[in-house]
Structure formats: C-alpha cells, structure tokens
C-alpha cells in the first residue's frame, strides 16, 4: 500500500518515530499540526478542506503532555488535556466520513487509563471501559469521538489503539527518568508492586502500521508488551541496562504532590493489561521483555 498518511499530532515523541518509519516505507506523510511547517496542515485547513488528496490511512496521535511537570493540574490543563484529544479525534473522524475518497485505515489513539487499577484484574481488549475518574472519563469521550456513523463506517476500518507508557530514549517515560537513572538515583516508585503496562516506541509504530496495512485490524488493540510487569520490576530492567543501582525509591507522596493525586494515580497505580487481540491478529513483538526493551533503549543512547 503506498500513498499518503495523514498524522496528527505526528510533531510529538511518537509521531516522529511514525512518520520516520512511514517513510522509510515510502507513504508520503502529511502532519496536523498546530505549527506551520512543510510536510504540515493545520486543524483549521483540515476542518476547511478536509483530509488532503490521496490520503490512504489517518492516524492521530495529538494530545496535550498530561506529563508536563511543570502543568499544574488545574481545571484549565485539564481541559486543555481532554480538548486535545477529543476535538483532534472528533475533527479527523468528520474529515473522513466527509472525504469523497475514504481512507482505508484510522488509527486513533487511547491510554489504559480506562482500565481501572487492580491488583488482581487482569485486562483484554475484550474488558469494557467504565467511567471512574477522570482518565477514564477522557479515555470513553476519546475513544467515541473516533466513531463514524453511516456508511462510510464500512468503508474505513478504526482502530483503537490503548497504549500503555511507551518507551524510547527521546520522549516519554524514560526521557524524565534516564538522567537520576544514569546518576544512581533511581528506583521504584512507593513499594513498587504496582503494574506498569508498557511498549518499546518501535512496538507502538510497528503496531500502528500493521493496523494500517492489515485489512483484517479493526476495533480495540491493547497496545502493550507481553511481559506485564509491576514499577519495581521495570526499575530494575531500566538500571539493569544502565548498569547502576536502583534502590531509591521515591515515596508515592512525592509524586502526588509534584503532579496532584488525580494525575499521580498514573504512577502510584497501575494496571494488569495483556495483548490477548493484539497477538491474536498476529502482531509480533520486537521487544517482549522489559529487560530487552531497556537494554536496546540503552545502547542506543
Ligand atoms: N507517550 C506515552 O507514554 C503515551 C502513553 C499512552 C498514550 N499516549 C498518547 O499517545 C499520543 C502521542 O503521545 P506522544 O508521547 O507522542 O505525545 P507528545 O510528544 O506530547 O506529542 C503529541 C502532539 O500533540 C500535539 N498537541 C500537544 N498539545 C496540544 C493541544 N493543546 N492541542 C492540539 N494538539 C496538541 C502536539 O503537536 P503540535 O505541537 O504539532 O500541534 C504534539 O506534538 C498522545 O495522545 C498520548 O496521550 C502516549
């Protein structure tokens, strides 16, 4: 399949490693962007427009940093956090029931933050999201506004992509994480018993173009590695690789009064999420261990 992706929010951590490989691939890329640029649109032209001429595929990956340290979580960012994601979704979901020529593939995606903590649960693509705070709230909102009723429905497959934190060197997780690491200072965050869904940046993208290419992926992939592993667990990888110590651990209340406890959540809980969908449509992993996915970030460094 060749032709153009269209990418929103394509400028970002992930977008820069998809439309990298997108192109090795030989698509042409387009971006939404709130920033001008070459390869760029923006919401405003999409909305005007719609989606550019020989759009095969559309993906949207814009969304407001929730991670941004330096954010208060205040009534305003969040806001700014759900407007992001629904707005961006809800705009490329009209684009495409409008476009004359439909694309075949959407990929929109989502977090598992719709899956509530729990120590014993463990999630499919199969587990139905349920309002409980407010990421869930965003993950329902997010994941609807992708819908596209009638029959342009039939003509172009949506993909839900639920990511957990995805790791690569330059963004994310890791990017925050990698200088304490590097320094010694590291380690798990509270007791660290609590699960940390994850996925190599080169697993999301793969995943990403798979559900562009594969005409049978449609629906909910829960887009995290085989190995569920708890925050402790990942920290000894992620220092593993560094060769360094990991036995600080960083209270839990730190966290909460650094992000606000509704945002903190994100680190002090976790959930039990599993690929079952993902690995049933064939998909293959390049890092399913955390240990390989840290060792491979490291050495690329
Ligand atoms: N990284 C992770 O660990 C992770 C885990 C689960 C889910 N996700 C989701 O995956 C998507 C991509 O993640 P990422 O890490 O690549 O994010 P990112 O680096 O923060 O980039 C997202 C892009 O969204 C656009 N954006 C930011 N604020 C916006 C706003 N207020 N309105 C409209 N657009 C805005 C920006 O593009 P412009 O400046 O060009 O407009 C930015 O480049 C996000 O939706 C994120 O929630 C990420």
Known sequence: MSGTVLVGGGTGFVGKHLTKTLTSKYYGVKVVSRMPGPKNISWQELNTNGLPEGTVAVVNLAGQNVMDFKQ??????????????????????????????????FVSMSGVGGYKPD??????????????????????????????DGPARNECRITTIRS????????????????????????????????????????????IIFSIENSKVDGVLNAVAPQVCTNKEFSDAFAKALNRPAFIP??????????????????????????KRTQEL????????????????????
């Not at 064939?282 to 460094?301: E, H, W």
Request: proline share 5%; net charge positive; charged share 20%.
């Open 282 to 301: 064939g998909f293959k992993f390049s890092f399913p261990t955390v240990l390989s996915a840290c060792q491979d970030i490291v050495k690329n460094s």
């Open 164 to 207: 957990g934190v995805v790791l690569g060197r330059d963004g994310g997780m890791i990017k925050q994480l990698y200088m304490p690491f590097f320094l010694g200072l590291g380690g798990p965050v509270g007791n660290g018993t609590q699960y940390l869904p994850w996925i190599h940046i080169k697993d999301l993208v793969d995943l």
């Open 72 to 105: 208060r979580w205040s009534a305003g960012f969040k806001q700014n956090v759900y407007n992001s994601r629904i707005n961006t979704t809800a705009s490329l979901a009209k684009a495409i029931a409008n476009a004359k020529h439909k694309p075949r593939a």
């Open 250 to 275: 960083v209270p839990s209340f730190v966290f909460n009064m650094m992000l606000g406890a509704e945002r903190a959540k994100m680190i002090t809980e976790g959930q039990k999420v599993i690929p």
């Open 119 to 148: 120590k014993d649960k463990e999630y499919d693509e199969c587990c139905t999201v349920e309002q409980f705070d407010f990421f869930s709230k965003l993950v329902l909102e997010w994941e609807k506004a992708a819908a596209i």
